[in-house]
Structure formats: C-alpha cells, structure tokens
C-alpha cells in the first residue's frame, strides 16, 4: 500500500529557502537582535539594534513575512511572536543548511560506486552539535534520560562509563551531581579528549577521567567494572557497533545496565513517513552519521546511519545476548531515543 499523499514539493523547496534565511539571521545576530528589542518594531529600528544596514534588514524581513515566520504590523512594524526557546533552538538547527552543505563534495564522492566508502565528522559538524550542549540541556537529559537509568540500582554511589563521550560535557555534570560515584569517558577522537580534560581541571572535578581510545578496544583491567554503561549518540553512526558491544558485555557487571541513546526513528520507512524526529534525523545522517558508519579504514563497517532505527538496533543489542528491560512507562517495542539493557 502507497503512503499518505505527497505533501506540496514547490511549498516543501519554499520552506527549505526560508529556513536558510531564518538560520542565517540566527547565525549573524539578527533574531538575537529581535528577540531583544521592543516588538513590534521598524526595519530601521532592528538594523540599529543589530549594527547592520537598514536595506538587508528589510529584506530579511520580507522573507520571513512571506513564509508566515515574520508578522507584519500596522505602519510597517514586525514581530517575531515565537518564544525564546524555541527560536534559539530551532535557529540553531537552520543552521544545519550551510553546515551540512559543507560536506556536499565529500558526499557527491562516497555515493558514486567507485568512490571512497565514507568520511569522518568534518570540523564544523562537531563544532554544530558542541552547539547542543548547552547547560541547561545537559541538565534537563541527565534528569530526564540518565537519572531514571541510575535509579534502576537505587544507590548515589556507582561507576559509570560514558562510551564515546565527545567532549565530555555529560559525563562531568553526571560526576558534579554524584560526587561519590566514578565516572570515566571514552573517545576515539583526541581533541575530543584533551578538550574534555581541559574541562575537567577547570571544574575542578576528581572523580571523573578521560581516556582517547577506541571503543571496540577498552582497558582489558575494565572487566566488570562498571554498574552503568551509557552509549549517548554512539551506535548509529560507529564503524563498528558489534565490536563496541561485545566490549560493553565484558565491562559491565553482572548486575549493572547499559542505555543506549539514538534518535527515536523506525528501522521501518513506512512508520518514518511524516514523522517528525524522522524528518529532522535522517538529513544529518545523510550527511554525517552514515558516511562516519562507513568511514573505517578496514572497510567493515556496517553502514548504519539513523535509518537504521529502533527496530535494528534493539535487536542487535539482543543478539549480542544482552536482555532489554523496560525504564519508564514507554513499552520496549515503543520507538524511542533510549535502550536499557542488562546481561
């Protein structure tokens, strides 16, 4: 059976060239200009509150007038009537369009047949995503997504791994809420680390060390060593998720956990139509996290992506003989961003 009537493609490239406009003025200060004046305001006013020249203010804002992002007042005066929140959030991800378009060349060669299989994260991807990592959002996953897991033992005072642990701005905020726990971070990337270590001499932290390695390759003196093992972001893009999680069942104990953590999209095309976390994911992986799945030098990896989904990935933790055991009142064959699981 065909899916849901095909939306309007002319307004779908309409609103993708809206988009651009929007995140370019959330790049260069202008919604940070509107979200601080007194709305509704002039075009002259705004250029003023943002440094810029009044003509390019205009334009911008006829763009968005048009689109309906922009309202349009008595006497030629414009507001931006979306709360804070959600236009530094959303202005931040407009931002994706000339980041992802960076790696265009890159991916016009992996497609074709006889080109290279993959590429690694680009510079200003990371430097993207580092753009998510915002205290507040550290704070609201800990205590949405982390802390339900943590609960599973019932006890403050644990060790806790963070595989592929980025710059390790989750792992210290999970070490500063439990000082009597040890928390370690992994990550193949080094800059990622050293920036990780920076940070953890400039908070001041103790109980919390980095390490640069692979994850398909830890400590052999880590068997059974860790209550929790949480994979933040990891599986869908690693070259090499059967070795990662062969190494996650050797170092957690016989009673600990493991989350895995990845965006909540079917495995199944039929369940991404007209999804919205499968709208947003699936471009980023176009552009970044599949063609890091196939970047391995060996050639093994599995070409994930986020397309590999809920589905597949549970099941390949499974088969890897771990047990998924439900957190929270979400049913384990619920698509979801989050996978316990136990030996």
Same mark, same amino acid.
Request: charged fraction near 25%; aromatic fraction near 10%.
């Given at each position: 059976?065909?899916?849901?009537?095909?939306?309007?493609?002319?307004?779908?490239?309409?609103?993708?060239?809206?988009?651009?406009?929007?995140?370019?003025?959330?790049? #260069?200060?202008? #919604?940070?200009?509107?979200?601080?004046?007194?709305?509704?305001?002039?075009?002259?006013?705004?250029?003023?509150?943002?440094?810029?020249?009044?003509?390019?203010?205009?334009?911008?804002?006829?763009?968005?007038?048009?689109?309906?992002?922009?309202?349009?007042?008595?006497?030629?005066?414009?507001?931006?009537?979306y709360d804070e929140a959600k236009l530094r959030l959303q202005g931040h991800v407009a931002g994706a !369009?000339?980041?992802? &378009?960076?790696?265009?060349? !890159?991916?016009?060669? +992996?497609?074709?047949?006889?080109?290279?299989?993959?590429? =690694?994260?680009?510079?200003?991807?990371? =430097?993207?995503?580092?753009?998510? &990592?915002?205290?507040?959002?550290?704070?609201?996953?800990?205590?949405?997504?982390?802390?339900?897991?943590?609960?599973?033992?019932?006890?403050?005072?644990?060790?806790?791994?963070?595989?592929?642990?980025?710059?390790?701005?989750?792992?210290?905020?999970?070490?500063?809420?439990?000082?009597? &726990?040890?928390?370690?971070?992994?990550?193949?990337?080094?800059? &990622?680390i050293d920036r990780a270590n920076e940070g953890t001499q400039k908070d001041g932290l103790k109980n919390?060390?980095?390490?640069?390695?692979?994850?398909?390759?830890?400590?052999?003196?880590?068997?059974?060593?860790?209550?929790?093992?949480?994979?933040?972001?990891?599986?869908?893009?690693?070259?090499?998720?059967?070795?990662?999680?062969?190494? +996650?069942?050797?170092?957690?104990?016989?009673?600990?956990?493991?989350?895995?953590?990845?965006?909540? #999209?079917s495995s199944y095309p039929k369940n991404q139509v007209n999804h919205k976390w499968a709208q947003q994911?699936?471009?980023?992986?176009?552009?970044?996290?599949?063609?890091?799945?196939?970047?391995?030098?060996?050639?093994?990896?599995?070409?994930?992506? +986020?397309?590999?989904?809920?589905?597949?990935?549970?099941?390949?933790?499974?088969?890897?003989?771990?047990?998924? #055991?439900?957190?929270?009142?979400?049913?384990?064959?619920? +698509?979801?961003?989050?996978?316990?699981?136990?030996?």
């Amino acid at each position: 059976m065909a899916s849901s009537e095909p939306r309007d493609l002319e307004q779908v490239v309409r609103d993708g060239l809206s988009t651009l406009v929007f995140g370019f003025g959330y790049r #260069v200060g202008i #919604v940070d200009g509107f979200i601080k004046i007194k709305q509704p305001c002039t075009a002259e006013e705004l250029a003023q509150k943002v440094g810029m020249k009044r003509r390019y203010i205009e334009e911008w804002l006829s763009c968005l007038a048009a689109a309906g992002i922009v309202r349009v007042h008595d006497g030629d005066r414009f507001s931006l009537p979306y709360d804070e929140a959600k236009l530094r959030l959303q202005g931040h991800v407009a931002g994706a !369009l000339p980041t992802l &378009s960076e790696s265009m060349p !890159l991916l016009e060669q +992996v497609i074709r047949t006889d080109g290279p299989r993959g590429y =690694k994260y680009t510079e200003p991807f990371l =430097k993207f995503v580092e753009g998510f &990592s915002t205290p507040a959002s550290i704070e609201n996953w800990v205590k949405a997504s982390l802390v339900p897991v943590l609960q599973l033992k019932e006890r403050d005072q644990f060790t806790l791994l963070d595989l592929g642990c980025g710059y390790g701005n989750h792992a210290r905020r999970v070490a500063q809420v439990y000082p009597k &726990s040890s928390v370690y971070g992994v990550d193949m990337d080094k800059i &990622s680390i050293d920036r990780a270590n920076e940070g953890t001499q400039k908070d001041g932290l103790k109980n919390v060390q980095f390490l640069c390695n692979v994850g398909g390759n830890l400590p052999a003196d880590w068997t059974e060593k860790f209550d929790f093992v949480i994979i933040n972001q990891v599986l869908h893009d690693a070259p090499g998720v059967d070795a990662i999680l062969k190494e +996650v069942k050797r170092v957690i104990k016989s009673d600990g956990f493991g989350a895995a953590y990845d965006p909540p #999209v079917s495995s199944y095309p039929k369940n991404q139509v007209n999804h919205k976390w499968a709208q947003q994911a699936l471009p980023f992986s176009f552009f970044s996290c599949l063609p890091m799945s196939l970047s391995d030098p060996s050639e093994t990896g599995d070409g994930l992506g +986020v397309g590999w989904g809920y589905e597949n990935r549970k099941a390949k933790i499974e088969q890897h003989g771990f047990h998924v #055991v439900p957190c929270g009142d979400i049913d384990i064959d619920t +698509v979801q961003d989050r996978i316990v699981f136990k030996k």
